[in-house]
């Protein structure tokens, strides 16, 4: 069963020190025998010193991270993060170490850069590799829990599908226990007996976890089973029904000893995400500004003056964070009009040029906004900016339009990747689209807004059939 998951952080201890060492002799090897050709440097007191505490300061960011521990739902982007967040402080303290230390000779910066280069690049295979050896170890059938669940209700019967859906989870579902077997739509086979009957079984099959799926009403019973899984060392969880919100995510946090639900889990409350992700808006508009737009500005600003008579950018009152406002900046795709505030673009609308068309259909339309970017005003991933009037008329009619305003809103984002961009005048395909915008708020991180960037190019340099 489950007994063995302790030595996966030993496997995972061990393989990483060996992997930090390893890349320490390498980069030695690299820097100072194939790059140099001249004179062969001895491993000195300086390098021995860096060495022992790289290990040490390895050690130490295990612990403080977690870097080991075992969840078996845990997504590969969130152990990836991890690893960069701890691959990037352990450069940080050796840095520090050789600056304080104040070494005589100190150590070469092109085999600092070699070692750490490497052990990252080495390190992350090293964690994916071992991630999908050990799904696939589970899904064998070795290194899993037996779990049973009391309540075959809608949500027991949802919680028992999932682990039934997967078996690289490590999970194998028993079965359920239930007072009212008249009313379950669950197979008779699955179904052990009544709540009464929990212990009985557990004591014969033994069980790793209880998952209760009993209305919160039922107090009294699932403070009974609760006591029961404590005195037999059995781990229990509660399942509150939640299904009717939008979101997945529910935060618990306890004021005294009263418990409060928050509803939605804003990663972006978090001072820290704030400026990472303010950090990561910079220097991508920068990037993008200083590398693109010498070449591009000047050819799309010709296409669009012989196009058409106006200016070459177009800019627009949209709402923002917070539902302030804020002009947003495009290359100008229509003719002149009066209607540019009122009425939304379609694929066959007349104002449209003819370069404005293929500037719409490749997204070259939106590369001012990377002004707005750095102005604040806008990031590069989050819910698109609608015009002034259309987010009266959507908030009115559409169910959490106005939550896509708690972040700032964004050249890309999750909706749009996931097709729901262009012609939003059908009230379903808004609907998606703020579904798709409030999950992105819920479940924010950085490794995210670099997924859904990368996906964004890959559509525009396949053609989306919305665009346009």
Not at 94 to 114: E, N, Y
Not at 347 to 355: A, C, E, L
């Amino acid at each position: 069963m489950g007994r063995y998951s302790k030595f996966i952080g030993v496997i995972y201890f061990i393989g990483d020190l060996l992997l930090l060492n390893i890349c320490f002799f390498f980069a030695f090897y690299v820097r100072f025998h194939l790059m140099e050709t001249t004179y062969h440097y001895s491993f000195n007191q300086d390098y021995i010193t860096e060495l022992l505490f790289s290990n040490l300061s390895w050690m130490l960011l295990v612990f403080i991270f977690n870097l080991y521990e075992i969840e078996r739902v845990t997504h590969l982007e969130k152990v990836i993060w991890n690893l960069i967040r701890s691959v990037f402080i352990q450069v940080l303290t050796i840095s520090a170490v050789t600056w304080v230390i104040k070494a005589d000779t100190d150590p070469s910066r092109i085999f600092f850069l070699i070692h750490y280069v490497a052990f990252f690049i080495v390190l992350i295979l090293w964690r994916i590799f071992v991630w999908f050896m050990l799904k696939l170890y589970r899904k064998w059938g070795y290194n899993y829990r037996r779990i049973v669940v009391v309540g075959a209700g809608p949500v027991g019967m949802q919680i028992a599908d999932y682990f039934m859906s997967d078996s690289s989870l490590g999970y194998h579902f028993v079965g359920f226990f239930d007072d009212n077997p008249h009313k379950i739509k669950c197979p008779k086979e699955m179904l052990l007996g009544n709540t009464m009957e929990v212990g009985d079984f557990c004591k014969r099959i033994e069980i790793d976890e209880i998952y209760c799926a009993l209305p919160l009403s039922a107090n009294t019973k699932i403070m009974e089973l609760k006591s029961y899984a404590d005195n037999n060392m059995i781990r229990f969880r509660i399942i509150p029904d939640f299904r009717g919100f939008l979101n997945r995510r529910v935060d618990m946090q306890f004021y005294g000893f009263v418990p409060v639900l928050t509803i939605r889990k804003e990663p972006l409350e978090n001072l820290r995400n704030r400026v990472l992700k303010r950090s990561f808006d910079i220097v991508f508009s920068a990037l993008v500004i200083i590398l693109l737009f010498p070449f591009l500005v000047p050819v799309i600003a010709i296409l669009i003056m012989t196009s058409s008579k106006g200016p070459v950018f177009f800019k627009q009152l949209r709402t923002g964070k917070d539902n302030e406002e804020f002009y947003c900046y495009k290359f100008r795709t229509m003719t002149v009009n009066s209607l540019s505030d009122e009425l939304q673009a379609t694929k066959s609308d007349p104002r449209i040029t003819k370069i404005g068309h293929i500037l719409r259909k490749t997204s070259l339309d939106e590369l001012p906004q990377f002004f707005n970017v750095l102005f604040g005003h806008m990031s590069v991933v989050g819910p698109r900016p609608h015009m002034l009037k259309h987010t009266e008329k959507y908030s009115q009619i559409i169910d959490k339009f106005m939550v896509r305003h708690f972040v700032k809103p964004g050249i890309t984002g999750a909706a749009q990747i996931r097709g729901y961009r262009g012609d939003t005048t059908d009230p379903r395909q808004m609907e998606n689209r703020v579904r798709a915008d409030v999950w992105y708020i819920e479940n924010w991180s950085l490794l995210l807004d670099v997924k859904i960037v990368f996906f964004t190019v890959w559509n525009i340099l396949r053609g989306e059939e919305n665009a346009g």
